[in-house]
């Protein structure tokens, strides 16, 4: 296989349909880098990264029979990688330090990994409007930046900023609420 050959979406399903390697391989090293930064947001063990991204790769390789191509290939494998971060960190409860609002941070505040776990914080996040949930679910989670998010909605950059600074509002007052002291500094 070349490495440097870049197959359709079409071609990697089908592929990976047959159970054929080198499309597997392409599929992997297509999505590689960014399913990792995926997962780096989340962890700074490169390790339990590679695994929870390996974990995402299996499951999108058992599953590609359920893929439509009713959306993008990539945010398909996406949404199975994040699901492999989400079933680790369950799993793994001592790890709490799911949520990362700024791609700056390295985890969110101490005393809200403590205190809060991935589901609590994704049910503050359902408490906002729909298009500010979506945005910041776009940038924060799954990693998307404000020009991708601009696309993938149909708004502006702008739009998708304000939507995300809305967000980080709604939920420092959510945890200031709910007595988590200075852990919202870093939203």
């Known amino acids: 296989m070349k490495r ?4 359709t979406d079409e071609e ?3 592929g990976c349909l047959n159970n054929e390697r080198k499309f597997q391989e392409a599929l992997y090293r297509q999505f590689f880098p960014k399913m990792i930064g995926l997962c780096m947001r989340y962890t700074t063990d490169k390790e339990i990264a590679m695994e929870i991204v390996n974990n995402g790769f299996l499951r999108a390789f058992k599953k590609m029979d359920t893929f439509s191509f009713k959306g993008s290939l990539e945010g398909w494998v996406r949404k199975l990688v994040f699901h492999s971060v989400s079933d680790y960190f369950r799993k793994n409860s001592k790890y709490g330090e799911l949520i990362i609002f700024e791609e700056k941070d390295v985890s969110s505040a101490a005393k809200v990994v403590n205190k809060l776990y991935m589901d609590d914080l994704l049910k503050m996040i359902k408490t906002l409007p729909p298009a500010t949930e979506r945005v910041f679910t776009l940038y924060a989670i799954e ?8 696309e993938q909605l149909s708004i502006s950059e702008g739009t998708s900023k304000w939507h995300l600074s809305e967000a980080r509002t709604r939920l420092k007052r959510l945890l200031k609420l709910y007595n988590f002291e200075n852990s919202y500094e870093r939203i």
């Open 12 to 14: 990697l399903v089908a």
């Open 143 to 150: 990693g998307y930046n404000h020009r991708e998010i601009a």
């Open 4 to 7: 440097n050959r870049k197959y």
